[in-house]
């Protein structure tokens, strides 16, 4: 996945302050758990545990999750397959400054697609991105259904919905 930089008259700034050095404080590795898997596979569920349990090791920790993410940063993004890739690229530039930070980020996104996924796991470099695939079948998720979300794709209300029309 390649972005365009449509501004030209931008430099990067180096820091005083680097991802080694803030680790060091935190005395933890910066890092992305990027959780994915169809709606309701309890993706956002597995991520919240994860964070608790970690804030109760003593390292910090931050969810990054989908529907929270389209309130704010993500607002104006659909679901069709551009909106989709931009959605899941804002996030992992998002991922990467928290991993940048220190910050064990826990994101919980379907990101259906590898490539996207693969587009995180290269900003971050080796050892610093882990996929965890929630596995949960589109019989088991639609029981679930807690937004009521596989209801609204059958019947056509939601369209280029995962697992039924997209």
Same mark, same amino acid.
């Given at each position: 996945?390649? !972005?365009?930089?449509?501004?030209? *008259?931008?430099? $990067?700034?180096?820091?005083?302050?680097?991802?080694? #050095?803030?680790?060091?404080?935190?005395? +933890?590795?910066?890092?992305?758990? $990027?959780? !994915?898997?169809?709606?309701?596979?309890?993706?956002?569920?597995? %991520? *919240? =545990?994860?964070? /608790?349990?970690?804030? +109760?090791?003593?390292?910090? &920790?931050?969810?990054?999750?989908?529907?929270?993410?389209?309130?704010?940063?993500?607002? *104006?993004?659909?679901? &069709?397959? =551009?909106? @989709?890739?931009? *959605?899941?690229?804002?996030?992992? =530039?998002?991922?990467?400054?928290? %991993? #940048? %930070?220190?910050?064990?980020?826990?994101?919980?996104?379907?990101?259906?697609?590898?490539?996207? @996924?693969?587009?995180?796991?290269?900003?971050?470099?080796?050892? @610093?991105?882990?996929?965890?695939?929630?596995?949960?079948?589109?019989? !088991?998720?639609?029981?679930?259904?807690?937004?009521?979300? /596989?209801?609204?794709?059958?019947?056509?209300?939601?369209?280029?919905? !995962?697992?039924?029309?997209?």
């Amino acid at each position: 996945m390649k !972005t365009e930089q449509k501004a030209t *008259n931008v430099t $990067w700034h180096e820091h005083k302050i680097d991802r080694l #050095d803030r680790e060091k404080l935190l005395h +933890q590795k910066g890092v992305v758990l $990027w959780f !994915t898997g169809l709606s309701g596979s309890g993706k956002s569920t597995i %991520a *919240n =545990e994860v964070a /608790y349990k970690l804030h +109760q090791m003593g390292k910090l &920790s931050y969810v990054l999750d989908g529907d929270n993410i389209r309130h704010g940063l993500n607002k *104006n993004l659909g679901f &069709s397959p =551009e909106d @989709r890739d931009e *959605n899941i690229r804002r996030i992992s =530039e998002v991922a990467n400054l928290f %991993a #940048d %930070a220190g910050v064990i980020a826990c994101t919980a996104f379907i990101s259906p697609y590898r490539k996207l @996924r693969n587009f995180c796991r290269g900003l971050l470099g080796p050892g @610093r991105f882990l996929e965890i695939y929630c596995k949960a079948s589109l019989e !088991t998720c639609e029981k679930r259904d807690p937004k009521g979300l /596989y209801k609204k794709a059958r019947e056509g209300v939601i369209k280029e919905f !995962t697992g039924i029309s997209a």
